[in-house]
């Protein structure tokens, strides 16, 4: 029985959940606005949207996290209102949020009853096998005596979902689930998702990512600008079109590769290794990446691809190997001999490491600038000016708080400064996490018009999709290691995932 | 109805005064209350406490010359605060830097000519401060060490410092001729800050606001000033672009506690006269934390919240030789505390605003 089968013939009744004209503005900024949402029993509806199109508000709203300034919402055809989580929870609505609500100190069956009204004083007995049994009816596996601090992110997030089904949800909402699992875990967790449906309970799952729609949802509704713009059946749209609708135009996101045959080695790296005493050590990278090139660094988070990143862009000091740039070895001198060398470094972490968050746009722009003792503001901020306009960042002006822009925007921002010091050698980290469709176009079409001019690119990402789409060689992070590398068009990708998850051993 | 916190779209400018002023308004009704429950009119002690301040020649000249010290200070916590370095050390280097300054000058003694020598001395409190803060600003700069700890505990080693060269010692800082109670060694005449127009005002008054602007312009126009923005804001942020971490935490720790040092030399060479331990441990250090708070640690908004603050603790201590009397002299610190924590706490408002929630959509 096909997904779309299965909702039919479930469907009798009431649908699960319904809100109406819901409305809701946020000191005059309007984020949801006559919205209508049906949700049937035993569905899995994805809820599509660009970054502010209202869709976690939304999910919010019925969730009971905020009230709604206006609209009624149907649970099971009855009207309710919700004050609270927690009325959303006696309602049988509960949200897994992107970032997770888990005490760290506590047990992972800890953290299932926690905030439970129906626990008394003292834990029961069988906390741990109720624990347990639940997790293995969704083949969600979990220790329940495991501390939530010795978790990873994916994990955690199976603890979330375990503590909402011990809540006994009919509706189980979950916000950007994927932006934090590898592509195994991702297909674990659509696995767990379809086999809380077949019970008859309901998924809606917030995304942006249309490949994730496509392949777990029956239905999906389309927002965009704090309004719904379409409720569809998955089986009868497709990607091309969803994208359409949920940006409002036509979106180019099919893969950009090397035109031309790569050129001479602008960056090498000769065995560089890191053996810090409190981080991920490095051992014997070596790396060669020539004009004209884009190559992929992929790899789970933590497995050595940030120190790599920083020792790159001469923030760390590797404790062997060296790092040329055009030639000019720059191993071990510093942040801004490498940027004279010519690189530039966009981290993962922009706000807070590649922007400084409490700054404007202008001093920002002047970061990594060579700077006389004293400095004028005037040029600074027209010039400012003039890079908001190229690269077409949101802001009230030059003086803006970088803090106060979208995550598209502060993008925009850290790439502006970074490409435009005329680097030849880049080194970007997870340049589209987090952004939407636009801002995904807007990022890989300028790295791909640098690999186009000539520039050197490492591309270290976790997301596959974003490395297929841009990358001419793929290699693997496990451990400090690089363990596998490929050119993208002979790349398999069962391969990959078991490099990834460390089952290939690229010897001593 | 329920009262609710939303975050404003915008903030418009005039927030960052009105919001205070609403907040020092609270906090004198708080005082008013106090004051009402003790038998007084608040009132009239109010109206009494703004003419001692403010309306006399001599209310004035007493406002200034207590906020002195308090613009020296506020900006050594100013200088620090703001870029997330917690020197709560302003107290202990202002001993350091008085003790410095009356020691160069009593060993210089009329030796160098008016302004020379007054330059020197000041120049002596500034290193005095400065070194008092070293120890925790190599701590910190090169391992890490939380310097609201080290900066604190050297506190108590200046006063007892101060202490034991005019208590516990015959050293040259003590006047050999006081022979009842001891007392620091007056300094010669020509180490003295020239004290403005017949007033008792002396130059420290200009050299704090000239601080002032300097401190201004240094962050705002200079590269280190740039690169401390970096840091207070984003110690990552600072590294990635390739900013000498420690090298900034040096740099600033020192110039706070120099900033600090230049008040214990303005006390001593302007107002004492002498090294005087009682004179110098009464908390300026402490109040100048109050002040830049205050002033959200802005080296302008300084100046004018010294003086405010300044003139009321003047006024706390004139209460008390009002006619009818027994106003206790420590309403004027009740209401310092009154005022910083009301304006701590409106800082909420100028980012969020209070919405009444219509009862219609409670109970629906």
């Known amino acids: 029985m096909s997904a779309t089968d299965r909702s039919r013939v479930l469907e009798g009744g009431n649908p699960a959940l319904e809100g109406h004209h819901l409305g809701k503005a946020f000191a005059g900024v309007i984020a949801n606005a006559d919205v209508d949402f049906t949700l049937q029993r035993g569905e899995i509806h994805a809820l599509l949207g660009e970054n502010g199109a209202g869709k976690s508000t939304l999910g919010a709203i019925l969730t009971g996290l905020y009230q709604p300034d206006e609209g009624t919402i149907l649970v099971a055809g009855r009207p309710v209102w919700l004050r609270s989580p927690r009325d959303g929870l006696a309602h049988r609505l509960g949200m897994v949020h992107q970032h997770f609500h888990l005490v760290e100190a506590f047990s992972v069956a800890e953290n299932v009853v926690l905030g439970d009204p129906r626990q008394g004083p003292f834990f029961s007995r069988h906390l741990h096998g109720m624990v347990a049994s639940l997790g293995e009816r969704y083949k969600l596996t979990v220790d329940p005596r495991a501390r939530v601090a010795d978790l990873s992110l994916g994990e955690r997030q199976r603890v979330e979902i375990v503590k909402m089904l011990y809540r006994n949800v009919d509706v189980l909402f979950l916000d950007e689930p994927t932006a934090v699992l590898t592509p195994p875990e991702v297909a674990s967790l659509f696995g767990i998702l379809r086999a809380i449906a077949a019970e008859g309970r309901s998924v809606v799952l917030i995304t942006h990512k249309l490949g994730e729609v496509m392949a777990v949802a029956d239905r999906v509704t389309v927002m965009r600008d704090a309004r719904v713009v379409a409720s569809v059946d998955t089986k009868d749209t497709d990607p091309t079109s969803l994208a359409r609708l949920m940006v409002g135009r036509d979106v180019d996101l099919a893969p950009r590769h090397g035109a031309t045959g790569p050129g001479r080695r602008v960056l090498v790296a000769e065995d560089l290794c890191l053996d810090g005493r409190h981080e991920r050590h490095v051992e014997h990278v070596d790396l060669v990446v020539r004009a004209g090139e884009i190559v992929g660094v992929a790899g789970v988070a933590g497995n050595g691809q940030l120190q790599l990143a920083e020792m790159l862009a001469g923030i760390r000091q590797p404790s062997a190997g060296r790092i040329l740039v055009n030639g000019v070895d720059i191993t071990g001198a510093g942040p801004r001999a490498a940027r004279a060398a010519g690189l530039g470094y966009v981290p993962e972490d922009r706000l807070g490491t590649g922007l400084a968050p409490g700054l404007s746009i202008a001093d920002n722009l002047q970061l990594t600038a060579e700077r006389p003792l004293v400095a004028g503001g005037r040029r600074a901020e027209s010039e400012a000016t003039a890079m908001i306009a190229r690269f077409g960042v949101k802001a009230r002006g030059p003086r803006e708080i970088v803090r106060r822009l979208s995550g598209g925007n502060v993008q925009r921002v850290l790439l502006a400064r970074e490409l435009s010091a005329g680097a030849q050698v880049l080194v970007v980290a997870s340049p589209t996490r987090g952004l939407d469709v636009s801002g995904i176009e807007f990022v890989r079409r300028l790295l791909d018009e640098h690999r186009r001019a000539g520039a050197a690119i490492v591309l270290i990402s976790e997301d596959l999709d974003e490395i297929f789409g841009l990358a001419d060689r793929i290699v693997v992070m496990y451990a400090g290691r690089l363990v596998l590398e490929t050119s993208v068009a002979s790349c398999d990708v069962t391969e990959l995932g078991l490099a990834m998850a460390g089952a290939v051993d690229a010897g001593p | ?364």
């Open chain 2, 1 to 364: 109805m329920r009262l609710d916190l939303e975050r404003r779209a915008a903030q418009p400018p005039h927030l960052y005064v009105s919001v205070p002023l609403v907040a020092v308004g609270a906090a004198l009704a708080f005082g008013a209350l106090f004051l009402w429950a003790n038998g007084f009119d608040p009132v009239l002690i109010y109206v009494e406490m703004a003419r001692a301040s403010f309306a006399t020649r001599y209310g004035i000249e007493d406002s200034l010359i207590s906020a002195t010290p308090l613009i020296f200070t506020g900006l050594a916590a100013a200088m620090a605060f703001r870029f997330r370095l917690y020197n709560v050390g302003a107290e202990g280097q202002l001993i350091a830097g008085a003790i410095c300054c009356a020691g160069v000058a009593l060993a210089i003694g009329e030796a160098l000519p008016g302004a020379l020598g007054v330059a020197v001395i000041l120049a002596a409190g500034l290193v005095g401060g400065a070194v008092w803060a070293a120890v925790p600003a190599v701590a910190r700069a090169r391992f890490g060490t939380s310097e609201i700890i080290t900066t604190l505990l050297l506190n108590y080693v200046a006063v007892l410092l101060a202490r034991y060269l005019i208590f516990g010692s015959k050293s040259m800082w003590r006047d050999p001729l006081a022979t009842n109670f001891p007392q620091g060694r007056a300094l010669p005449r020509m180490s003295g800050l020239p004290e403005l127009g017949g007033t008792q005002i002396h130059l420290g008054l200009l050299i704090g606001i000239a601080c002032a602007l300097l401190m201004f312009a240094l962050v705002r126009w200079t590269r280190p000033g740039f690169d401390a923005r970096v840091f207070g804001d984003s110690p990552a942020a600072a590294r990635y672009a390739g900013i000498n971490v420690a090298g900034v935490v040096l740099c600033l720790l020192l110039l706070s506690g120099g900033i600090a040092g230049l008040a214990g030399a303005s006390e001593v060479s302007g107002r004492a006269h002498r090294l005087d331990p009682a004179g110098l441990a009464v908390g300026f250090g402490y109040t100048g934390i109050i002040v830049a708070a205050l002033a959200r640690y802005h080296p302008l908004g300084v100046v004018p919240i010294a003086i405010f603050v300044g003139a009321l603790s003047n006024a706390g201590t004139t209460l008390q030789s009002l006619p009818g009397g027994a106003v206790p002299s420590a309403i004027g610190t009740v209401l310092q505390g009154a005022i910083l924590i009301c304006v701590l706490a409106s800082e909420i408002h100028v980012t969020y605003r209070l919405r009444w929630r219509p009862a219609a959509l409670l109970s629906q």
